[in-house]
Structures are given as structure tokens and as C-alpha cells.
């Protein structure tokens, strides 16, 4: 099961109202806490690697409303931000992959410092760049590389570091919006879920073809989730396409087919987070998916099968949530530690496992999670935010403090 973990360790230093943080990932992790917590800003930091590593890094800030926006704004006036990903690769090799951003005094900004590390600096393939200068590789040669750009997008071209930017350009952050889903949408290639579920008829399309019985999978859990649905497909309508549902009604004895046009909100969330969830097939696999607020508009009845659904898909792929409903957390059986709370202290995120009351209750089956957070008692740990304060952990090298 420890494979599936891909991402190991997160520790990211001013990133929107993140300060600092340094926690470890699970198989499947909730990050729980109130609204403006800070829940998107620590997915968003995901996705900003991942847009710069299949875009641009300039592009992913750009999209951000530039620097300014992304590094955290404060009294202190931080004026860049970083990120450190440690990460266990397909083939079980460890590393870590970390950078830094930072304004110019002019305009604009640099990458100050990149470095990429399997293994071990001296262990495995490594290179450390600063300020758009190659200091140090374990590679004889190294493509030519820029301050405003992230050199693994170059680096990828070298079968030493591809695995590390193929797996970190796979993770894929879902914010699904359910008036795109009911657009008509054109014919696409369909191998990987868009992070709205603009493209969610071509990725049905897609599973349908390579037949691996996902679509089996994501129609069962459908059912579960909205019983009157029957399952779904996607449907031709001229240039373009869109998805077709097969649902009860009273009084006919067949199922009816209805358009994404007429569905509602909560059934095309749900299958945008089914589709997200099992997505992997033979010709794309995503090394991360996480999800936001994967309970809403849906029923609160629909939690348990939406728990079962985010069990089952971390099996294969690391699954992330956010969530501020005590609905989708009310489940004795959610491990405490795969819960980290998530709060904002006078504008700051803090983000820890569960605090010692919090646990012991959890522990005694006195209380699931879900009850917890409706008692406003879902507390993250003080002696861990504590010693993460006083640690300050170094975003380079092995990551010690
Ligand atoms: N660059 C920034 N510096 C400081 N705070 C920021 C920055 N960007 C966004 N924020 C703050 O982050 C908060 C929103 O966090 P978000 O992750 O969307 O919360 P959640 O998803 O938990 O509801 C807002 O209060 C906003 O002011
Ligand atoms: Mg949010």
C-alpha cells in the first residue's frame, strides 16, 4: 500500500496565507477546517507545480495574478515563496524536488533556487540551480537553463530526471463545476480528467474504449451516490458531445435518458468526483488526485458511499480532500491520522495532525471526526504547530532543519 503514496512530505514556505508548513501525507488525506482556512491555498500549491511543469512557470503565476499574489502577503512582507515535495517515485525511489521564487527589485521574479534530489545528493541523480546557474549535477551534461523558469521542464528531456517530472506533472487538482459538465463539450483526446470536469464526456469516451471496467466502477458508486441513476455514457450530438444518463422514472418500466443539460448539480459533481477518483487507465495515470469539497450538493446520505469511493481509489492513487462538512467526516472508522486541521490564526494557515483530545476521543470511538468538527472541537495539534515553528524546516538539502 506505502507505494501508492507518492507524495511523501509537503513543506511549503509562504505560499498564499500558508506561512510555513511541513506535514506528512497518507495514502488518502482530509484536509478539514472552516471556510478561509486555507484548505485550497495548500491544493492550489500542488497545482501550481504541475501547471508550471505542463505550462509555464510564468504562465502558473500569471494565471495566480503574478508573484504578488502567490507568496504571502503579511507585516513581515515576505517577498518569495518556496516549496519542498518529497516523494517516492513508481519505481519505489525516493527524492525530493523543491524550488523558490522571489521578486526582482525592478519587476518580474526568479526561480532563486531549484534542486532536484533521488536518492541522495552523491546517491542518485541530483541538480541544484541558483538563480538561473547550474552549481552542481550528478549528470555530465545539463540542458541550458533560465532564472524565470523551473528546470525540471528541461531536465525532463534526460531519462535520469523524467520520472520525477512525469509523476509531479501528473498530479491533478479538481475544483469541479457543474455548469461546465452540462455544456456541450468538443471531442477530446480524454485521457485525463480537466480540473473543472470540462472534458468529463471525452474522459467517459476514453474509459469506454480502453475498457480496463472503470466505467463499471464509476457506475456502481453513481448509484449508490444518486439511486435513481442507472449509469452513463457519452453521447454524440453533432460537433459535439456530452454525457447521457439512464435514470428511474415513475411509472415506465425503462429507465429514461436524460443530457448533462438536465441534470442536477449534485449527480454531476458526484460523477465528476467518481470519474476523478478512478480515472487511471492504461494509457494515463494520475500520481495524485485531490479534490475539493468532494461532499457538495450532495445529500449528506450519499457521505458513507463517498467515503467508501475516496477508500477504494486510495488503493491505487493518492487521494487528497478538502472539506468543511461534518456530514462527509461522520465515520468512526476514519483513521485520525489521516485527518490534518486546517486553521487560520490571525490571517496565517496552520496546518497539523489532530491534537492529543481530539485523537483520544476519536481513539474511544466517543466521537467521529465529522461530530468533532460540528462541536467546533477539531483541534490541531499545538506542540507539533510548536515545534514546526521553532524547526523552521530547510525547503534544501535533506530537508533537516
Ligand atoms: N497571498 C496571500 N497572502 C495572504 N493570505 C492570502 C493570500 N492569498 C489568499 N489569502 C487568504 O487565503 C484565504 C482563503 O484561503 P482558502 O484556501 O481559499 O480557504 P479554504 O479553502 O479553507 O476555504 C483568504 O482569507 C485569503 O485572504
Ligand atoms: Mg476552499
Keep these: 500500500m506505502s507505494e501508492t503514496v507518492f507524495l511523501q512530505r509537503v513543506v511549503l514556505r509562504n505560499y498564499k496565507s500558508i506561512g510555513h508548513c511541513d506535514i506528512q501525507l497518507g495514502p488518502l488525506t482530509y484536509l478539514v477546517g472552516g471556510n478561509g482556512a486555507g484548505k485550497s491555498n495548500f491544493l492550489d500549491a500542488l497545482q501550481l507545480v504541475s501547471d508550471a511543469l505542463n505550462g509555464s512557470l510564468d504562465n502558473a503565476l500569471n494565471e495566480r495574478g503574478g508573484l504578488s499574489e502567490v507568496r504571502r502577503r503579511s507585516r513581515g512582507h515576505p517577498t518569495h515563496f518556496g516549496i519542498r515535495l518529497e516523494f517516492c517515485l513508481p519505481n519505489g525511489r525516493q527524492g525530493h524536488f523543491a524550488f523558490n521564487v522571489g521578486a526582482l527589485k525592478d519587476r518580474g521574479y526568479e526561480v532563486q533556487?531549484?534542486?532536484c534530489v533521488i536518492e541522495g545528493i552523491g546517491k542518485g541523480p541530483f541538480y541544484r540551480i541558483q538563480r538561473g546557474k547550474l552549481r552542481d549535477s550528478s549528470e555530465a551534461t545539463f540542458p541550458a537553463v533560465t532564472a524565470d523558469r523551473l528546470a525540471l521542464v528541461a531536465a525532463s528531456g534526460m531519462a535520469a530526471f523524467r520520472p520525477v517530472f512525469d509523476a509531479l506533472s501528473?498530479?491533478?487538482l479538481y475544483n469541479l463545476n457543474p455548469k461546465l459538465m452540462r455544456e456541450l463539450q468538443k471531442p477530446q483526446e480524454?485521457?485525463?480528467l480537466k480540473s473543472a470536469g470540462e472534458n468529463i464526456a471525452s474522459v467517459i469516451g476514453h474509459l469506454e474504449r480502453v475498457n480496463d471496467g472503470q466505467?463499471?466502477?464509476i457506475e456502481e458508486y453513481l448509484h449508490v451516490v444518486v439511486p435513481m441513476v442507472h449509469g452513463v455514457q457519452r453521447k454524440q450530438v453533432g460537433p459535439m458531445e456530452t454525457l447521457e444518463f439512464r435514470q428511474d422514472m415513475a411509472g415506465s418500466k425503462d429507465p429514461w435518458r436524460f443530457l448533462a443539460q438536465n441534470m442536477s448539480d449534485g449527480t454531476l459533481r458526484a460523477l465528476g468526483v467518481l470519474v476523478a477518483l478512478f480515472q487511471a487507465n492504461r494509457d494515463y495515470?494520475?500520481?495524485l488526485v485531490g479534490?475539493?469539497?468532494?461532499e457538495t450538493a450532495l445529500h449528506p446520505a450519499a457521505s458513507s458511499a463517498l467515503r467508501e469511493a475516496l477508500v477504494r481509489a486510495s488503493q491505487n492513487t493518492q487521494i487528497i480532500v478538502t472539506s468543511h462538512s461534518p456530514d462527509l467526516l461522520d465515520d468512526r472508522n476514519i483513521s485520525m491520522d489521516a485527518i490534518l486541521a486546517v486553521v487560520s490564526e490571525g490571517g496565517e494557515t496552520r496546518i497539523a495532525p489532530l491534537d492529543e483530545a481530539s485523537r483520544e476521543s476519536m481513539h474511544q470511538h466517543l466521537f467521529s471526526a465529522g461530530e468533532l468538527l460540528r462541536l467546533n472541537q477539531l483541534e490541531p495539534d499545538r506542540a507539533f504547530?510548536?515545534?514546526?515553528e521553532r524547526r523552521q524546516t530547510e525547503l534544501f538539502g535533506s530537508?533537516?532543519?
Design 215 to 217: 466505467t463499471k466502477v
Design 190 to 192: 480524454g485521457r485525463l
Design 285 to 287: 495515470s494520475p500520481s
Design 291 to 294: 479534490i475539493e469539497e468532494p
Design 385 to 388: 504547530l510548536d515545534a514546526q
Design 170 to 172: 501528473c498530479m491533478s
Design 113 to 115: 533556487t531549484e534542486e
Design 399 to 401: 530537508g533537516e532543519a
